[in-house]
């Protein structure tokens, strides 16, 4: 079910990790497995053949960057393109994986990891402003 067959050669390395529950992996921001399905915030996701999502019928063409964002707590950031960076911004506003119990009206889930501070903070922030603030204020634009 998750082989490259099925899934793709991109897609596979960064969804088997689900099967063995690997610590790697976030479930927060990212990919998660609920019973049989895979969500992202409050969003059903589905992988194609050739690696790509689709989510609240929206298809994303996934790149092995992308993959990453959506999957791993800690991003290599050295290949990860200004369009993945949009693209995976995309897929949390879509999903409101960003966003307390991924409810609209959620305030920003705010986390001590290396993906949020990294990924996820540079989205935000305004000086002289509460850090919810900042991050409402530059999630909506």
Known sequence: MF??????????PYVMPYIY???????QYGKRKDVDIFKVGDAE???????????????????????????CKRVNKEHVTSDDLRTYRKILLLSNA?????????????????????????????????VESGLSRAWKK
């Open 45 to 71: 996701v589905l992988v194609d053949q050739d690696g790509n999502i689709t989510i609240k019928e929206k298809v994303f063409r996934c790149s092995e960057e992308l993959w990453e964002l959506l999957t």
């Open 3 to 12: 082989g490259r067959e099925n899934i793709g050669s991109v897609a596979s």
């Open 98 to 130: 960003h966003l307390e119990r991924y409810q609209v009206e959620g305030v920003i889930n705010i986390r001590q990891g290396k993906k949020f501070s990294e990924i996820i903070t540079p989205f935000r922030r305004a000086k002289g402003r509460g």
């Open 21 to 27: 529950k690997s610590r790697i992996l976030d479930t």
